[in-house]
């Protein structure tokens, strides 16, 4: 802790500030966010509209400038140029800025023109899945979208198959199937979790192997935003509640030693134990 923090009193010095916002629950703003989108000088954003409808909701009023990494050359030496007298704050539109976001080459151009660039941690979606899915976090790799292209995916995937690590990724709902395929075929017996919704009202992470989760999204189309982790070679482990989860899925639909086989398969639980434990769920 900073022996000295700094008063919501002193002006604030002028330099860019990295400010991570809510990704779907608004209480998660941090106090130190509010008070630096109180004081700043005008927000660099993504959207404004998205962006004026969270300051609205803290009832701050700002300048809010549309920045991406995208924009002109000429635009953006504009901003950083301000930056010497002004204070600017950046957000996305959700989350933490530059983590799949815009904000890389507004930080590199500030750095190299002597621009202090000060961040402020607070919600980002591919910690909070990671947090939430109880896969190994001692190390972990973030590894942004997906191709969209089966080809594409395929390499990337294919790319991580070495690593040592949980990997992460970014999806949306309607690619959510393909890419659990996609998982299922170049990194086959690794364990999925897929966090949906976080931090929102329906927030789920549901925990399996590829079949499994296939099955159960194909008869549940996913809706919302979506973090998809993997689990690191050779650590799948279904718990119990995780086995209850999927059998209760697919006693939905199936007779009970269908129900049985179907989970085995996607887990490589025995058989057997399955079929003893599905008769005691449906007996309960
Ligand atoms: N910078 C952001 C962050 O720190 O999380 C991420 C921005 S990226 C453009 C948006 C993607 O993040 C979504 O497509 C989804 O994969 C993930 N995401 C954002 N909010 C989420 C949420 N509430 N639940 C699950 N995933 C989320």
Redesign the pocket.
């Known amino acids: 802790m900073s022996d000295h923090p700094p008063s919501t009193q002193d002006p604030l010095l002028p330099g860019l500030y990295i400010v991570?916002t809510p990704?779907?629950n608004l209480g998660d703003i941090t106090l130190r966010a509010v008070d630096i989108l109180k004081r700043c000088d005008g927000v660099a954003c993504e959207d404004t509209r998205v962006t004026g409808k969270l300051l609205k909701h803290l009832g701050i009023s700002k300048p809010l400038w549309r920045y991406d990494d995208h924009s002109e050359h000429r635009d953006r030496a504009r901003l950083v140029e301000s930056m010497h007298h002004r204070a600017v704050a950046l957000v996305?539109d959700?989350?933490?800025?530059l983590?799949?976001?815009p904000g890389f080459r507004l930080i590199n151009d500030c750095r190299d023109e002597g621009i202090p660039v000060i961040s402020l941690p607070g919600?980002?979606?591919?910690i909070t899945?990671l947090t939430l899915s109880g896969l190994p976090n001692d190390r972990f790799l973030f590894a942004g979208f997906l191709p969209v292209k089966d080809k594409a995916r395929r390499d990337v995937l294919a790319g991580l198959e070495t690593i040592d690590a949980t990997l992460i990724f970014?999806?949306?709902a309607p690619r959510l199937l393909k890419a659990l395929a996609a998982i299922g075929t170049v990194l086959p017996d690794r364990e999925i979790a897929v966090?949906?919704?976080?931090?929102?009202l329906h927030e789920e992470c549901r925990r399996g192997l590829s079949h499994g989760l296939i099955a159960y999204y194909e008869a549940n189309p996913p809706k919302?935003?979506?973090?998809l982790l993997v689990g690191p070679p050779g650590a799948a482990h279904i718990s119990a509640d995780d086995a209850d989860d999927l059998l209760r899925d697919a006693l939905g639909s199936m007779k009970t030693s269908q129900a049985a086989a179907a989970v085995a398969k996607a887990t490589g639980l025995d058989r057997k134990a399955l079929y003893v434990r599905a008769m005691e769920l449906k007996g309960q």
Do not use: F, H, N
């Open positions: 991570a990704i779907g996305s959700a989350g933490t800025p983590v799949s976001d919600p980002c979606a591919a899945g970014y999806e949306t966090a949906r919704e976080l931090t929102k919302g935003e979506i973090v």
